[in-house]
């Protein structure tokens, strides 16, 4: 998978030279090019945003350095289209579902605005030489789109078939099934005086799975019931 980033903080995303995404990276199962938003100015100050038409507070993202930027990166594209990605509270909201559906994707392109957001018609111009998408992260609202973009990142780069070591360690985790997943212990069998369930540490494993279950569905009743589907509230 290759991935591009658009950022006035290209810094942002050292982060991603740490741990599983960062071998992924050195392994070159995950190509990642953090492109500065401000090479694609030309004055002085490097100046990529603007008062807003119709007026209002806050700046907006110039359309300009924007063109040029994607230019670059869409330009030199004859193989595969990609799909650019703009983080915006306004937009579909990340899912697990669509972290699995993008980690199929050879191309993703993230554009991470800043201000009041990015000039609409970069959204509109992007849409007519490429797939585009915005999403959120969720229901608040950021300073700007690195953390957006990391979080995603993070969650579709651990999909990329080989990054994370042990496959199976992916099917048992929250959200994979609609469920959020059971608690998780390890040694010592008792610690501050709390035991560890008895029922792991029986060898039974038939047991151990209907426990695990159980534990799934009434965490989820309590914490997320609106992930139970409305008719199978017992799931
Ligand atoms: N004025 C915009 C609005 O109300 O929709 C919010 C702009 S926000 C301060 C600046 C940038 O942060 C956005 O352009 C977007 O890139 C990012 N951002 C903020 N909240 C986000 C969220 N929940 N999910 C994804 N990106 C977000």
Redesign the pocket.
């Known amino acids: 998978m290759r991935i591009d980033i658009v950022t006035i903080f290209p810094t942002f995303f050292d982060a991603l030279d740490l741990s599983l995404l960062g071998k992924a990276k050195q392994s070159g199962l995950i190509e990642l090019d953090v492109h500065d938003l401000r090479d694609s100015t030309h004055d002085r100050h490097r100046t990529v945003d603007d008062t807003p038409y119709g007026g209002g507070a806050g700046m907006v993202m110039k359309p300009e350095p924007w063109g040029e930027a994607l230019d670059g990166i869409l330009g030199d594209d004859t193989e595969e289209e990609p799909l650019v990605i ?6 579909e909201v990340f899912t697990q579902a669509m972290a699995r559906e993008l980690a199929t994707e050879p191309r993703l392109v993230f554009g ?7 000039d609409h018609r970069v959204f509109d111009h992007t849409a007519s030489r490429a797939r585009v998408r915005l ?4 229901d ?6 690195e953390v ?1 973009v990391m979080a995603m990142i993070e969650a579709i780069g651990r999909l990329v078939p080989g990054v994370v070591g042990n496959p199976e360690s992916l099917v048992e985790e929250s959200h994979e099934d609609g469920l959020l997943e059971y608690p998780s212990y390890t040694k010592p069998a008792e610690w501050r005086g709390l035991p560890v369930p008895p029922v792991l540490l029986s060898g039974n494993h038939g047991a151990i799975a209907t426990w695990r279950r159980q534990q799934q569905i009434e965490r989820t009743r309590e914490v997320r019931p609106d992930l139970l589907p409305a008719d199978q509230p017992d799931a």
Do not use: Q
């Open positions: 703009f983080p915006s509270p306004a937009g991470c605005g800043r201000y009041e957001g990015i999403v959120s992260l969720g608040y609202v950021l300073n700007g789109g957006a």
